[in-house]
T-cell receptor, first 109, second 116 residues
Framework: EDQVTQSPEALRLQEGESSSLNCSYTVSGLRGLFWYRQDPGKGPEFLFTLYSAGEEKEKERLKATLTKKESFLHITAPKPEDSATYLCAVQAGGNKLVFGAGTILRVKS | SAVISQKPSRDICQRGTSLTIQCQVDSQVTMMFWYRQQPGQSLTLIATANQGSEATYESGFVIDKFPISRPNLTFSTLTVSNMSPEDSSIYLC?????????????FGPGTRLTVL
Protein backbone atom coordinates (compact mmCIF):
# COMPACT_ATOMS: atom_id res chain seq x y z
CA GLU A 1 0.00 0.00 0.00
CA ASP A 2 1.26 3.46 -0.94
CA GLN A 3 2.09 5.59 2.10
CA VAL A 4 3.23 9.16 2.65
CA THR A 5 4.53 10.54 5.96
CA GLN A 6 5.25 14.22 6.44
CA SER A 7 7.31 15.78 9.21
CA PRO A 8 7.19 17.84 11.24
CA GLU A 9 3.45 18.15 11.82
CA ALA A 10 3.90 21.83 12.58
CA LEU A 11 6.78 24.24 12.23
CA ARG A 12 7.19 27.76 13.56
CA LEU A 13 9.86 29.96 12.03
CA GLN A 14 10.98 33.52 12.42
CA GLU A 15 10.95 35.58 9.26
CA GLY A 16 14.21 34.90 7.42
CA GLU A 17 14.88 31.62 9.25
CA SER A 18 15.39 28.96 6.57
CA SER A 19 14.27 25.37 7.14
CA SER A 20 13.10 22.17 5.42
CA LEU A 21 9.98 20.05 5.42
CA ASN A 22 10.24 16.30 4.92
CA CYS A 23 8.06 13.89 2.95
CA SER A 24 8.90 10.18 3.24
CA TYR A 25 7.12 7.78 0.93
CA THR A 26 6.60 4.12 0.15
CA VAL A 27 5.18 3.43 -3.28
CA SER A 28 5.33 0.79 -5.97
CA GLY A 29 6.51 2.50 -9.11
CA LEU A 30 6.59 6.23 -8.47
CA ARG A 31 5.16 8.25 -11.36
CA GLY A 32 5.43 11.57 -9.59
CA LEU A 33 5.75 13.29 -6.23
CA PHE A 34 3.64 16.40 -5.80
CA TRP A 35 3.91 19.38 -3.46
CA TYR A 36 0.94 21.63 -2.75
CA ARG A 37 0.32 24.67 -0.59
CA GLN A 38 -3.07 24.96 1.12
CA ASP A 39 -4.34 28.12 2.79
CA PRO A 40 -7.20 27.90 5.31
CA GLY A 41 -10.57 27.50 3.62
CA LYS A 42 -9.06 27.05 0.15
CA GLY A 43 -8.19 24.23 -2.19
CA PRO A 44 -4.59 23.04 -2.56
CA GLU A 45 -2.41 25.15 -4.83
CA PHE A 46 -0.07 23.20 -7.08
CA LEU A 47 3.64 23.89 -6.50
CA PHE A 48 5.80 21.14 -8.04
CA THR A 49 5.90 17.67 -9.51
CA LEU A 50 9.15 15.69 -9.19
CA TYR A 51 9.66 12.54 -11.23
CA SER A 52 13.03 10.96 -10.48
CA ALA A 53 15.68 10.81 -7.78
CA GLY A 54 18.08 13.72 -7.96
CA GLU A 55 15.56 16.08 -9.51
CA GLU A 56 15.20 19.58 -8.07
CA LYS A 57 12.69 22.36 -8.77
CA GLU A 58 12.50 25.92 -7.50
CA LYS A 59 9.82 28.56 -7.20
CA GLU A 60 10.60 31.83 -5.46
CA ARG A 61 11.72 30.91 -1.92
CA LEU A 62 10.81 27.23 -2.29
CA LYS A 63 13.04 24.43 -3.55
CA ALA A 64 11.91 20.80 -3.77
CA THR A 65 14.27 17.85 -4.00
CA LEU A 66 13.68 14.13 -4.44
CA THR A 67 15.49 10.95 -3.44
CA LYS A 68 14.36 7.33 -3.79
CA LYS A 69 12.71 7.42 -0.36
CA GLU A 70 11.91 11.02 0.47
CA SER A 71 11.45 14.56 -0.71
CA PHE A 72 12.39 17.82 0.95
CA LEU A 73 10.79 21.21 0.56
CA HIS A 74 13.39 23.81 1.46
CA ILE A 75 12.16 27.28 2.39
CA THR A 76 14.78 29.98 2.15
CA ALA A 77 14.36 33.22 4.11
CA PRO A 78 10.64 32.70 4.62
CA LYS A 79 8.16 35.54 4.94
CA PRO A 80 4.88 35.64 6.88
CA GLU A 81 2.98 35.11 3.61
CA ASP A 82 4.59 31.69 3.30
CA SER A 83 2.49 30.56 6.27
CA ALA A 84 0.24 27.71 5.07
CA THR A 85 -0.16 23.96 5.20
CA TYR A 86 2.19 22.19 2.80
CA LEU A 87 0.96 18.89 1.41
CA CYS A 88 2.97 16.13 -0.23
CA ALA A 89 1.39 13.45 -2.43
CA VAL A 90 2.61 10.53 -4.50
CA GLN A 91 1.23 9.10 -7.69
CA ALA A 92 1.80 5.46 -8.58
CA GLY A 93 -0.43 3.49 -10.94
CA GLY A 94 -3.21 5.41 -12.62
CA ASN A 95 -3.74 9.06 -11.72
CA LYS A 96 -4.63 8.66 -8.05
CA LEU A 97 -2.77 10.86 -5.58
CA VAL A 98 -2.06 9.60 -2.07
CA PHE A 99 -1.56 12.50 0.32
CA GLY A 100 0.39 12.91 3.51
CA ALA A 101 -1.13 14.64 6.54
CA GLY A 102 0.67 17.89 5.80
CA THR A 103 2.99 20.27 7.64
CA ILE A 104 1.51 23.44 9.10
CA LEU A 105 4.03 26.25 8.68
CA ARG A 106 3.80 29.51 10.62
CA VAL A 107 6.26 32.31 9.89
CA LYS A 108 6.37 35.16 12.38
CA SER A 109 7.61 38.62 11.54
CA SER B 1 -2.75 25.58 -15.06
CA ALA B 2 -6.53 25.24 -14.80
CA VAL B 3 -9.33 27.46 -13.54
CA ILE B 4 -11.77 25.35 -11.56
CA SER B 5 -14.94 26.57 -9.89
CA GLN B 6 -17.21 24.75 -7.47
CA LYS B 7 -20.76 25.40 -6.35
CA PRO B 8 -21.83 25.81 -3.66
CA SER B 9 -18.78 27.09 -1.79
CA ARG B 10 -20.37 26.01 1.47
CA ASP B 11 -23.64 24.64 2.81
CA ILE B 12 -25.28 23.56 6.03
CA CYS B 13 -27.60 20.61 5.59
CA GLN B 14 -29.90 18.50 7.69
CA ARG B 15 -29.32 14.83 8.39
CA GLY B 16 -30.94 12.53 5.82
CA THR B 17 -30.93 15.03 2.96
CA SER B 18 -28.73 15.08 -0.15
CA LEU B 19 -26.50 17.76 -1.66
CA THR B 20 -25.18 17.99 -5.20
CA ILE B 21 -21.84 19.74 -5.72
CA GLN B 22 -20.92 21.11 -9.14
CA CYS B 23 -17.43 21.40 -10.61
CA GLN B 24 -16.71 23.46 -13.73
CA VAL B 25 -13.34 23.61 -15.53
CA ASP B 26 -12.24 26.34 -17.94
CA SER B 27 -11.16 23.88 -20.65
CA GLN B 28 -11.71 20.27 -21.65
CA VAL B 29 -10.09 17.58 -19.52
CA THR B 30 -10.25 13.83 -19.75
CA MET B 31 -10.06 12.97 -16.07
CA MET B 32 -11.72 14.67 -13.13
CA PHE B 33 -11.37 13.57 -9.54
CA TRP B 34 -13.38 14.06 -6.36
CA TYR B 35 -11.61 14.22 -2.99
CA ARG B 36 -12.78 14.55 0.59
CA GLN B 37 -10.91 16.42 3.31
CA GLN B 38 -12.32 15.70 6.73
CA PRO B 39 -11.73 18.25 9.51
CA GLY B 40 -8.06 18.47 10.42
CA GLN B 41 -7.11 15.70 8.00
CA SER B 42 -5.57 15.40 4.58
CA LEU B 43 -7.20 14.59 1.27
CA THR B 44 -8.69 11.21 0.35
CA LEU B 45 -9.75 10.28 -3.17
CA ILE B 46 -13.43 9.38 -3.47
CA ALA B 47 -13.64 8.57 -7.17
CA THR B 48 -12.33 9.25 -10.65
CA ALA B 49 -14.78 10.51 -13.26
CA ASN B 50 -14.14 10.05 -16.97
CA GLN B 51 -16.55 11.44 -19.52
CA GLY B 52 -18.66 8.75 -21.13
CA SER B 53 -18.00 6.02 -18.60
CA GLU B 54 -18.96 5.05 -15.07
CA ALA B 55 -16.98 6.65 -12.27
CA THR B 56 -14.38 4.50 -10.55
CA TYR B 57 -14.70 4.51 -6.76
CA GLU B 58 -11.97 4.00 -4.19
CA SER B 59 -12.20 1.49 -1.39
CA GLY B 60 -14.66 2.65 1.24
CA PHE B 61 -16.74 4.78 -1.13
CA VAL B 62 -19.83 3.53 -2.99
CA ILE B 63 -21.93 4.84 -5.82
CA ASP B 64 -25.18 4.80 -3.83
CA LYS B 65 -23.70 7.20 -1.28
CA PHE B 66 -21.65 9.36 -3.70
CA PRO B 67 -23.22 9.26 -7.18
CA ILE B 68 -21.19 11.14 -9.78
CA SER B 69 -22.14 12.52 -13.17
CA ARG B 70 -19.77 13.55 -15.95
CA PRO B 71 -21.92 14.80 -18.83
CA ASN B 72 -19.12 16.52 -20.77
CA LEU B 73 -15.40 17.30 -20.71
CA THR B 74 -15.68 20.46 -18.58
CA PHE B 75 -18.26 19.58 -15.92
CA SER B 76 -18.96 17.05 -13.19
CA THR B 77 -21.22 16.70 -10.18
CA LEU B 78 -20.86 14.81 -6.92
CA THR B 79 -23.92 14.07 -4.80
CA VAL B 80 -23.60 13.31 -1.12
CA SER B 81 -26.69 11.22 -0.36
CA ASN B 82 -28.59 10.56 2.86
CA MET B 83 -26.17 12.72 4.79
CA SER B 84 -25.06 12.21 8.37
CA PRO B 85 -22.82 14.42 10.55
CA GLU B 86 -19.88 12.16 9.60
CA ASP B 87 -20.16 13.52 6.05
CA SER B 88 -19.17 16.99 7.25
CA SER B 89 -16.04 17.68 5.21
CA ILE B 90 -14.57 19.76 2.47
CA TYR B 91 -15.24 18.21 -0.94
CA LEU B 92 -12.77 19.08 -3.69
CA CYS B 93 -12.69 18.38 -7.38
CA UNK B 94 -9.45 18.23 -9.30
CA UNK B 95 -8.31 17.79 -12.88
CA UNK B 96 -5.24 16.32 -14.49
CA UNK B 97 -3.71 18.66 -17.05
CA UNK B 98 -0.63 16.57 -17.66
CA UNK B 99 0.51 15.32 -21.04
CA UNK B 100 2.08 11.88 -21.33
CA UNK B 101 4.44 11.39 -18.41
CA UNK B 102 4.17 15.04 -17.38
CA UNK B 103 1.72 15.27 -14.49
CA UNK B 104 0.01 18.25 -12.97
CA UNK B 105 -3.18 18.04 -10.95
CA UNK B 106 -5.06 21.19 -10.05
CA PHE B 107 -7.75 21.60 -7.43
CA GLY B 108 -10.89 23.63 -7.15
CA PRO B 109 -11.60 25.88 -4.15
CA GLY B 110 -13.65 23.21 -2.38
CA THR B 111 -17.16 22.94 -0.96
CA ARG B 112 -17.38 23.07 2.81
CA LEU B 113 -20.28 20.89 3.96
CA THR B 114 -21.67 20.85 7.47
CA VAL B 115 -24.33 18.28 8.34
CA LEU B 116 -26.44 18.87 11.44
Amino acid sequence: EDQVTQSPEALRLQEGESSSLNCSYTVSGLRGLFWYRQDPGKGPEFLFTLYSAGEEKEKERLKATLTKKESFLHITAPKPEDSATYLCAVQAGGNKLVFGAGTILRVKS
Amino acid sequence: SAVISQKPSRDICQRGTSLTIQCQVDSQVTMMFWYRQQPGQSLTLIATANQGSEATYESGFVIDKFPISRPNLTFSTLTVSNMSPEDSSIYLCSVDRGQGSYNEQFFGPGTRLTVL
